[in-house]
């Protein structure tokens, strides 16, 4: 429910931190440097299974994934991505949160 421009001037003083507004994919920079930390909030099965494939590559090693609608039930979607791509490595978090941190294989598929 938060406003755009709110959230980008509340993090306006933090120079290490991106946000990326748009449809994901389309609007996804490209050349990204490794990142530490994503917070995926895309709602729908597909998107989160884009985010990723995009994502898990440029994650540093003891990065986190954190998806924000995990164990929302209306996106019971990106609950099924997030356990098929990573299984017993999901952490759940307070709800709907859930995250993965990047260690060596633990993703099923990549790496």
Same mark, same amino acid.
């Given at each position: 429910?938060?406003?755009?421009?709110? =959230?980008?001037?509340?993090?306006?003083? #933090?120079?290490?931190?991106?946000?990326? #507004? *748009?449809?994901?994919?389309?609007? $996804?920079?490209?050349?990204?440097?490794?990142?530490?930390?994503?917070?995926?909030? =895309?709602?729908?099965?597909?998107?989160?299974?884009?985010?990723?494939?995009?994502?898990?590559?440029?994650?540093?090693? @003891? *990065?986190?994934? /954190?998806?924000?609608?995990? *164990?929302?039930?209306?996106? #019971?979607?990106?609950?099924?991505? /997030?356990?098929?791509m990573f299984g017993e490595?999901? /952490? /759940? @978090?307070?709800?709907?949160?859930? $995250? =993965?941190?990047?260690?060596?294989?633990?993703?099923?598929? @990549? *790496?």
């Amino acid at each position: 429910a938060s406003d755009f421009e709110d =959230v980008k001037s509340y993090l306006s003083d #933090r120079p290490n931190i991106a946000i990326h #507004r *748009g449809v994901f994919p389309e609007t $996804w920079p490209k050349n990204l440097k490794p990142i530490a930390l994503a917070h995926v909030d =895309v709602d729908m099965e597909k998107v989160a299974r884009e985010a990723i494939i995009l994502l898990w590559p440029i994650l540093s090693p @003891g *990065g986190y994934l /954190v998806f924000d609608d995990y *164990g929302a039930e209306s996106c #019971r979607g990106v609950k099924r991505a /997030v356990d098929e791509m990573f299984g017993e490595r999901v /952490v /759940v @978090g307070p709800p709907p949160q859930a $995250w =993965v941190q990047k260690v060596f294989a633990n993703m099923r598929r @990549g *790496g």
